[in-house]
């Protein structure tokens, strides 16, 4: 069983409820993988993964949370200038792959017998726990920045959480919630320990579904760097395990107007600092102090990755490409890994045959209000035989 947590940076070792190391890095769970088999299908969702995982599964959550499909892009090959899977998160029930994490930590929460569960959030994560919480009757309470959008905040009520808007500095936010030391509550933010667990299963699933012959690299949009930092775990606990050997390149993409983490990669600085953001499209990853900035920074180092920066026009071309190119809804966010991609495959750290997973990490769907549409033709039904033919450009 898990319990015990360490700090990938120092190795201090603390107790399963521990959060930060004291030299100020996040911990995470030491989790025995000697005896790890790929599992054999992936109908129970995340708890496909229960043995590697710290908690219990359960059957009123988290089955339909994970088991997301992989597949072959090949009409996004051209832009992105190698050969593309996409891992399509999308598909998750609210969305977005925070539900892999959500899953794990709300059954966690519930087995430490604690009545609510927290977290900080632009939108997503807020949505995600909260529909995790609903099913398993645990009560929960988001903090979300006061500038999210009206559809953002109704996608986030349905599930009927406690909704606190905050003005204030996002990353003080952070770090007051998850300093919180009540019973009653547990803080599962963006890169807590045990959202780390949940979301690490995206990489288990990755390397099975390439059957020990690739991928080359992974390229995500990194905010917190939580999820980079799953990403990472599970590939050393993979490698621990005897299923990979070489590790696939982890590449990171920012937003250009709030891209701390690609600053302190450009700098060959070893920790990440905060930085004055500016405005960007790719609202969901727009942390601009991000509390595992240094950890995701670290798994790009060892991986032999990159972070990449790109300005809004270049995502939002790269949204488009998602949809005309692979019939794909994401939201800019998740555009920014693609657009990422294309850069580092311009600039040559990324070569044509190289086969690539582009982590489509949350679908468009919650927002399509900054898309341009096309009205389409207006016709009445009784040309509709007239139309068609117009269309498909038949003469008869
Ligand atoms: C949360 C989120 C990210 C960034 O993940 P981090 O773990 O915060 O780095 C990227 N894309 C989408 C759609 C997200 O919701
Ligand atoms: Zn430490």
Redesign the pocket.
């Known amino acids: 069983m898990v319990s015990s947590t360490s700090c990938y940076a120092c190795g201090r070792q603390y107790g399963p409820e521990q959060k930060r190391c004291s030299c100020g890095e996040p911990v995470w769970f030491d989790v025995d993988v000697s005896r790890f088999e790929p599992p054999r299908n992936r109908s129970r969702g995340v708890w496909s993964y229960a043995d590697v995982l710290p908690v219990e599964p359960r059957d009123d959550l988290g089955v339909a949370s994970g088991g997301t499909p992989l597949f072959r892009a090949s009409g996004l090959d051209e832009f992105a200038g190698c050969r593309v899977f996409l891992k399509d998160e999308t598909q998750n029930p609210t969305g977005?792959f925070?539900d892999r994490g959500s899953a794990v930590a709300v059954g966690a929460t519930i087995e430490r017998g604690k009545p609510w569960i927290g977290t900080v959030s632009h939108g997503?994560?807020a949505m995600s726990t909260a529909a995790h919480a609903a099913a398993a009757d645990l009560s929960c309470a988001v903090f979300v920045p006061d500038d999210v959008s009206d559809e953002r905040l109704a996608a986030i009520d349905q599930y009927d959480p406690e909704i606190v808007r905050i003005s204030g500095d996002y990353g003080r936010l952070y770090r007051e919630t998850i300093a919180v030391d009540r019973s009653e509550i547990e803080f599962v933010n963006?890169?807590t320990p045990l959202r780390i667990e949940g979301q690490k299963t995206i990489a288990y699933e990755i390397v099975e579904d390439f059957d020990g012959d690739g991928p080359d690299a992974i390229v995500l949009?990194?905010?917190?760097?939580?999820?980079?930092s799953a990403i990472w775990k599970a590939l050393r606990e993979l490698r621990e395990a005897g299923v990979v050997e070489t590790l696939p390149r982890l590449y990171l993409a920012q937003a250009a107007a709030c891209d701390p983490i690609a600053a302190a990669y450009r700098a060959g600085a070893d920790e990440v600092r905060a930085i004055d953001p500016g405005k960007t499209i790719a609202y969901?990853?727009a942390?601009a102090d991000p509390p595992s900035g240094t950890r995701a920074l670290a798994a790009v180092r060892e991986t032999g990755g990159a972070v990449v920066s790109v300005p809004d026009d270049e995502i939002q071309t790269a949204q488009a490409a998602f949809a005309r190119c692979a019939g794909s809804c994401v939201?800019p966010?998740?555009a920014t890994a693609l657009a990422g991609l294309a850069r580092l495959s311009q600039r040559g750290a990324i070569s044509v045959d190289e086969k690539i997973v582009v982590v489509a990490?949350?679908s468009g769907f919650k927002e399509l209000g900054s898309t341009a549409v096309d009205d389409g033709r207006m016709t009445d039904v009784s040309a509709v035989q007239l139309t068609i033919d117009a269309i498909v450009g038949a003469d008869g």
């Open positions: 977005s925070k997503n994560m963006s890169d949009p990194v905010s917190s760097g939580g999820q980079a969901s990853i942390n939201e966010a998740s990490t949350g």
